[in-house]
């Protein structure tokens, strides 16, 4: 038998084995504890869906999953960490819009894009343009033709470039209003500056300016989100005020390192969906003003995907960069 035969039957043996050993490896999964990074401090919306999901998977799993909050660089660091993971299926991110977005305003990525695999959507904590009291507008309509009677154009405060509340602006722009974007370094700073009076009007995930809107400080003039929010349907969404092109929400999905095998995927995926739709889950999120997205990977992946296209045209067109 020639060398150059026998080195060619050497390494499909060495193949298959380390097949046959992934396999064996997927088939036994999990053995031990599961870390799901949340690429945001504690307490915030992508936090609390997290911790609701992985109480109920971890259930469906037979394992422990935990929670790590690695805040920091517009979730850059979390989302990080997690792409250069071992992709054994023990750790994972819950991701958000930074995900889609965030290569589209960096110079400079420490990952690609496609080193994080969509895995299946969670929930989605619905936008809402809030406004100070103070704006004689009660509606998003109202606010719009007010705005445009503003010389100096209208002041909104984000939680920093590229984010929801920022894209939320950019979506009012369109419309035909001259919007200054007053960014801060979280949506809680950007939501202090219109309760305080120093910004007229931001947007911001439901659970966190809800509270306030029902407190009389904010008054509430849409959602962004595709429907009326459950936990508050007397708010009618920017869609139904005819602003179409308004609509994106603040929602967390679960994604893994590239190179996890497919049926460790394909399991984390299934349970992840069952857990969503459980009675449970939607018991604890929709009180909050969060709405359960249960759905499969390849629903996911078309939303990442559509997302991809639509918020990347409208990044360019507003020339957004990161924030120096």
Not at 10 to 21: D, Y
Not at 103 to 109: D, E, L, T
């Amino acid at each position: 038998m020639k060398r150059r035969t026998i080195v060619a039957i050497a390494s499909c043996v060495t193949l298959l084995s380390a097949l046959a050993a992934g396999v064996a490896r997927a088939a036994d999964w999990p053995e031990h504890t599961i870390r799901w990074i949340v690429p945001f401090g504690a307490g915030g919306a992508n936090d609390l869906i997290a911790r609701a999901a992985a109480e109920a998977v971890s259930r469906r799993l037979g394992q422990p999953v935990i929670i790590e909050n690695k805040p920091g660089a517009g979730a850059i660091l979390g989302a990080d960490v997690v792409a250069r993971a071992k992709p054994d299926g023990y750790t994972w991110l819950i991701g958000a819009a930074g995900v889609v977005t965030n290569s589209m305003i960096q110079a400079k990525m420490p990952y690609k894009d496609s080193d994080l695999v969509p895995v299946g959507m969670i929930a989605d904590a619905p936008s809402v343009i809030v406004v100070n009291p103070s704006v004689p507008a009660n509606n998003l309509k109202e606010f719009i033709a007010w705005a445009k009677t503003q010389g100096k154009g209208i002041d909104w405060s984000t939680a920093g470039s590229g984010s929801t509340p920022h894209f939320v602006a950019e979506m009012v722009r369109e419309d035909g209003v001259n919007v200054n974007i007053i960014p801060f370094k979280s949506g809680s700073e950007g939501v202090t500056a219109v309760l305080t009076g120093t910004v007229p009007v931001t947007s911001e995930a439901s659970i966190v300016v809800l509270p306030n809107v029902k407190a009389g400080k904010l008054k509430a003039l849409a959602t962004t989100y595709k429907k009326r929010i459950t936990a508050y349907d007397q708010l009618p969404t920017a869609k139904e005020q005819g602003f179409a092109n308004v609509e994106i929400g603040h929602w967390a999905g679960l994604f893994a390192p590239k190179g996890v095998p497919q049926p460790i995927l394909d399991r984390m995926a299934k349970e992840l969906e069952a857990a969503v739709r459980s009675p449970e889950f939607r018991d604890k999120m929709v009180p909050a003003g969060i709405e359960p997205e249960p759905g499969t990977t390849a629903d996911f992946v078309a939303f990442i995907t559509a997302e991809r296209d639509r918020l990347g045209r409208l990044a360019k067109k507003a020339n957004m960069r990161a924030d120096q």
